[in-house]
Antibody, heavy 121, light 111 residues
Framework: EVQLVESGGGLVQPGGSLTLSCVAS????????MSWVRQTPEKGLEWVAN????????FYVNSVKGRFTISRDNARNSMFLQMDSLRADDVAVYYC??????????????WGQGTLLTVSS | QSVLTQPPSVSGAPGQRVTISCTGS?????????VHWYQQYPGTAPKVLIY???NRPSGVPDRFSGSKSGTSHFLAISGLQAEDEADYYC???????????FGAGTKVTVL
């Protein structure tokens, strides 16, 4: 059974940093692109970033470029999202998701339970 | 404002057929990028319902179907059931943004 478990969410001050983690199990991690997707009641679902199987390619939504860094550790079946210069509009539930399909045609076929990021002073 | 446009809500009686539209532009749906549909219950993660326009993952009832017409895609739910009451989102790729994009979601209410 595919399982994705996120952790690391919490309360951070504006301008602060936080790293989210996602541990995968139940599938061959090295065979899949992985994504982070966030959700707020106001903006709905927003794809944030994804990374290829080997961790050599990464893509980001414009609003996080230069502030967020996606990475993975295939030896530990883990993916990370390092978030710097956090802003109020980064507040969201962050989901780890497995990507399926070819680049530009991908969809998210398995999702974690989500972890909440709050940015407030 | 979402790149992909969905109606905020649709409703129907049990057993009826409802459709949800997902309208884009020439940089996403009109450029023939695939559309995928997700179902989400409150407090839970989204679940893929339809992928690559019209394909159902194993375990998804055949009451759910996807189709395309021009720059719009449609999710149809036939034989509406109480358990179908949820939020539904479409997703595609936008070449102008170089991003994966979602619709704002449609709440399905079973009357």
């Amino acid at each position: 059974e595919v399982q994705l478990v996120e952790s690391g969410g919490g309360l951070v001050q504006p301008g602060g940093s936080l790293t989210l983690s996602c541990v995968a199990s139940g599938f061959t991690f090295t065979n899949y692109w992985m994504s982070w997707v966030r959700q707020t009641p106001e903006k709905g679902l927003e794809w944030v970033a994804n990374i290829n199987e080997g961790g050599t390619e990464a893509f980001y939504v414009n609003s996080v470029k230069g502030r967020f860094t996606i990475s993975r550790d295939n030896a530990r079946n883990s993916m990370f999202l390092q978030m710097d210069s956090l802003r109020a509009d980064d507040v969201a539930v962050y989901y780890c998701a497995r990507d399926q399909g070819r680049r530009r045609r991908q969809y998210r076929d398995h999702w974690g339970q989500g972890t909440l990021l709050t940015v407030s002073s | 404002q979402s790149v992909l446009t969905q109606p905020p809500s649709v409703s129907g009686a049990p057993g009826q057929r409802v459709t949800i539209s997902c309208t884009g532009s020439s940089s996403n749906i009109g450029a023939d990028y695939d559309v995928h549909w997700y179902q989400q219950y409150p407090g839970t993660a989204p679940k893929v319902l339809i992928y690559a326009n019209s394909n159902r993952p194993s375990g998804v009832p055949d009451r759910f179907s996807g189709s395309k017409s021009g720059t719009s895609h449609f999710l149809a739910i036939s034989g509406l059931q109480a358990e179908d009451e949820a939020d539904y989102y479409c997703q595609s790729y936008d070449a102008s943004l170089s991003d994966y994009v979602f619709g704002a979601g449609t709440k399905v209410t079973v009357l």
